[in-house]
């Protein structure tokens, strides 16, 4: 089905559908493209759409996609929705490339990665492991991936997650506020995330309820404080540049921890960015009228700024991924 931006697609990973939005340029000849992948508790239309179709305005295709157990996508087999395995999302992401690599319109070796927060750090491993077998892709962008350096979360925030978690070992299915509801909400997946209102439309695919399974927490838990994934991206080789924001409230461990594994490190190939804004403000809200109606009530100096970031780092990551694949 094909509207006038884009057309929905579809594919398997593990048995389970993903479903997609493919953008493509009015070329003649086989195009360049870029794998949009959300983060946690996200979906493809937290503003992925508008970067797709720029994209492609541009003459760069994009597939934006929905994990497992997220957006339009079914979950994955035998698990409840909003389920989030961060093995299972590197799966999705290799069916993605393997899906555009055989689509006819797109260039095969021209293909790159774009991820957000843990779709960020995802997408990293992923280009690493690609690069281990020897089939690698040619670019990742990296928004303010999740490589936390020991971060010192709140002794009752660590207490919510914990009993969270348990309690599903023995109940099955228990799940929790993902983002803030108000500025002073501490019960929920994603602390100091009031911001990310802004990039949620009014009407979200697939009846998105503002939650994440509990059980799923520790998956997610154990792969960003986990030293093997530090170790293992310090020398990835697939051109990446990482973007952080220097306000960033959720993830202020991880640009500490990202400055550690690249400053200075000659055996991998990134760059990093640094801009004056927040964890979300790099990606195009789809909701103005929330944010203008919120953003009083949560002072932080990283407001200032959150309407104003998208329009300037979308031109760097533009040029990059032209230098890289186009």
């Known amino acids: 089905m094909k509207n006038n931006k884009y057309e929905n697609v579809s594919f398997d ?10 953008f493509l340029p009015k070329l003649d000849k086989q195009c360049p493209l870029v794998i949009l992948y959300h983060g946690t508790a996200a979906q493809k239309d937290f503003g992925f759409q508008i970067i797709g179709k720029y994209l492609a305005e541009r003459g760069i295709g994009a597939l934006a996609i929905d994990y497992r157990g997220s957006g339009d996508s079914e979950n994955i087999k035998g698990l409840c929705r909003c389920y989030i395995s961060p093995s299972a999302q590197i799966d999705d992401v290799i069916a993605a490339i393997d899906y555009v690599r055989h689509n006819k319109k797109v260039n095969p070796n021209k293909i790159g990665l774009f991820g957000e927060s843990m779709g960020a750090t995802i997408t990293m491993l992923v280009a690493r492991r ?3 077998i020897g089939e690698p892709i040619q670019a990742v962008y990296a928004q303010s991936p999740a490589l936390f350096d020991f971060p010192k979360w709140p002794l009752s925030f660590v207490k919510f ?5 348990m309690k599903d070992l ?3 299915n228990v799940f929790i506020n993902a983002y803030q509801k108000h500025p002073r909400d501490s019960n929920c997946y994603l602390p100091d995330s009031f911001c990310f209102w802004a ?7 697939g009846g998105w309820n503002n939650i994440v399974s509990a059980r799923s927490i520790l998956n997610v838990i154990c792969l960003i404080i986990s030293g093997n994934v ?6 990835i080789k697939t051109p990446t540049l990482i973007s952080q924001g220097s306000l960033d409230r959720f993830l202020g461990s991880s640009y500490n921890a990202i400055n550690k594994i690249y400053k200075d490190n000659p055996n991998a190939s990134v760059t990093i960015y640094t ?3 927040e964890h979300m403000s790099a990606i195009p809200m789809v909701n103005r009228k929330r944010y203008e109606n919120d953003k009083d009530s949560y002072q932080h100096p990283s407001n200032t700024y959150y309407p104003d970031v998208y329009k300037k780092i979308f031109p760097i990551y533009l ?4 230098s890289k694949i186009k």
Do not use: C, H, Q, T
């Not at 530090?230 to 020398?235: I, P, Q, T, V």
């Open 319 to 322: 040029e990059f991924f032209k």
């Open 170 to 172: 023995f109940v099955r």
């Open 13 to 22: 990973s593990n048995g389970s559908k993903i479903n997609g939005w493919l």
């Open 161 to 165: 997650v914990l009993i969270n978690a």
């Open 230 to 235: 530090k170790k293992e991206l310090k020398y």
């Open 199 to 205: 990039v949620i439309p009014d009407n979200p695919l």
């Open 130 to 132: 690609l690069e281990l």
């Open 275 to 277: 801009y004056e804004g």
